[in-house]
């Protein structure tokens, strides 16, 4: 959806904004109506900090840099890059937690990464231009909302799913509020009626409905399951792209894909058994 908005020159900071302004009215009714939401002991300063961290990092840097990241690539390599967010989430787990990591999964984080170049090495060849940029920029989206994971398992519990997602959103909303008002100068209200179809579309169906969704995931079948079921999400991105924005995978990409897909499900599975 955000590709097919782009279609109408719209910048990703306006499109942006779109999702988080027809989002926020949900997530502050969730947030007076869960307030007191079942939760595990006395939040503190910390948890509240610690969630505005959460904030910051998962639905905002990592939305912003993921949209700019999607001006210059193509979905099928966004969303293979981005679901690298498995492996980090380990890796932070490893050096926050000191959860060692295993022979088996440092086989399975080359997997991922030989995966992606292999994938990333032919859409160089066929574009050669912002390729670099755009998939750096959709591996920092990658980092942060790897992060946001990690953190979000710890404090899920603390504030409930519910209160945790809302507030966690609203935080999110008020960072792209501010860096609308500080970085935009686009007139808003100038934009095709298809961009505001776009912007409530995203909001609810790939905002809303989806983040709720993760955190009861998250809270229900822990992170590490939730990675191997989210495994899907680059196979799926790409049947998407192949029917609704015409794009089409070398042979050499969907292998790149796959592996990607091994390395993650090889590192979830093995962790799971532990």
Known sequence: ??????????????????????????????????????????????????????????????????????????????????????????????????????????????????GVIVVFWDEVSLDGQNVYLGSFLVFLSALTYASYIAGSGWLIPKFGVMTFTAFVMIVSCICVFIH?????????????????????????????????????SIKVISSSNFSVVAGIGPISTIILAYFFLNETLSPIQFLGAFVVIAGILLIKLKKKKV
């Not at 959806?1 to 997530?27: C, H, I, N, Q």
């Not at 298809?194 to 169906?205: D, S």
């Open 1 to 114: 959806m955000v590709k097919l908005a782009y279609e109408y020159e719209v910048d990703s900071v306006s499109l942006l904004l779109f999702r988080m302004l027809f989002s926020f009215p949900f997530y502050v009714a969730v947030a007076l109506i869960y307030s007191k939401e079942k939760r595990q002991g006395k939040l503190t300063k910390k948890h509240y900090l610690w969630l505005i961290a959460c904030g910051i990092l998962g639905y905002y840097l990592a939305s912003f840099f993921d949209f700019e990241g999607l001006r210059y690539i193509k979905a099928g390599l966004e969303r293979i890059i981005l679901f690298l967010y498995p492996t980090i989430v380990l890796i932070i787990n490893r050096l926050v937690l000191k959860i060692p990591i295993t022979k088996l999964q440092s086989i399975a984080i080359l997997l991922t990464y030989l």
């Open 180 to 216: 609308y008002l500080i970085t935009n100068t686009a007139d808003i209200f100038n934009f095709p009626w298809q961009v505001y179809a776009y912007g409530g579309a995203i909001a609810v169906f790939a905002t809303v409905i989806p983040s709720f969704l993760v955190s009861a």
